[in-house]
T-cell receptor, first 111, second 114 residues
Framework: QKEVEQDPGPLSVPEGAIVSLNCTYS??????FMWYRQYSRKGPELLMY????GNKEDGRFTAQVDKSSKYISLFIRDSQPSDSATYLC???????????FGSGTKLNVKP | DADVTQTPRNRITKTGKRIMLECSQT?????MYWYRQDPGLGLRLIYY???????NKGEISDGYSVSRQAQAKFSLSLESAIPNQTALYFC?????????????FGPGTRLTVL
């Protein structure tokens, strides 16, 4: 079983839609949860970062962590064509020795 | 200028050749990582280094070696390239000394082994 599972998509939505991206994980010791955005032919860039359970909001983006269910989500409000990219979730233990990545969900926002 | 740079950006080589991918960073971070990315498999860790004298294997280190020449430089070598090492390779850095840790990625090297 992989440490982190993520639906690869692709997910296609119309402009303005609310997008929900999700990951599940198996290691209850994960403490830090991250979302990266990767445009085609580019390196991943950090989008959101949360510690432990709860929500974190940054503009149109909301990251949600439910440690009891081992489930994290990224919500994108008022999605834009420029949000079209692959979104990777990542997590690490308290000591940040290693990062564990999901395989990424490809999102396409249609104008 | 980019904080994390990788050279070359693209490379085509033949089976059996020795290849070196280089990574440099100007962020002053202590930790550096090498990943490969394959469709459907996501990012997989090859090697990571917490400082110049601390190098560790990741989940897929077989067929690869690394060298941390300085805090800012971390190179990945394929001693004898094989076709299933065709992938997108990313270098990343992080700074644990600040108490939190996120990774910053380079632009990637697309390697094709024929």
């Amino acid at each position: 079983q992989k440490e982190v599972e993520q639906d690869p998509g692709p997910l296609s939505v119309p402009e303005g839609a609310i997008v929900s991206l999700n990951c599940t994980y198996s290691n209850s010791a994960f403490q830090y949860f991250m979302w990266y955005r990767q445009y085609s032919r580019k390196g991943p860039e950090l989008l959101m970062y949360t510690y432990s359970s709860g929500n974190k909001e940054d503009g149109r983006f909301t990251a949600q962590v439910d440690k009891s269910s081992k489930y994290i989500s990224l919500f994108i409000r008022d999605s834009q064509p420029s949000d079209s990219a692959t979104y990777l979730c990542a997590m690490s233990l308290y000591n940040f020795n290693k990062f564990y990545f999901g395989s990424g969900t490809k999102l396409n926002v249609k104008p | 200028d980019a904080d994390v740079t990788q050279t070359p950006r693209n490379r085509i080589t033949k089976t059996g050749k020795r290849i070196m991918l280089e990574c440099s960073q100007t962020k002053g971070h202590d930790r550096m990582y090498w990943y490969r990315q394959d469709p459907g498999l996501g990012l997989r860790l090859i090697y990571y280094s917490f400082d110049v004298k601390d190098i560790n294997k990741g989940e897929i280190s077989d067929g690869y070696s690394v060298s941390r020449q300085a805090q800012a430089k971390f190179s990945l070598s394929l001693e004898s390239a094989i076709p299933n090492q065709t992938a997108l390779y990313f270098c990343a850095t992080s700074d644990f000394r600040r108490g939190t840790d996120t990774q910053y990625f380079g632009p990637g090297t697309r390697l094709t082994v024929l």
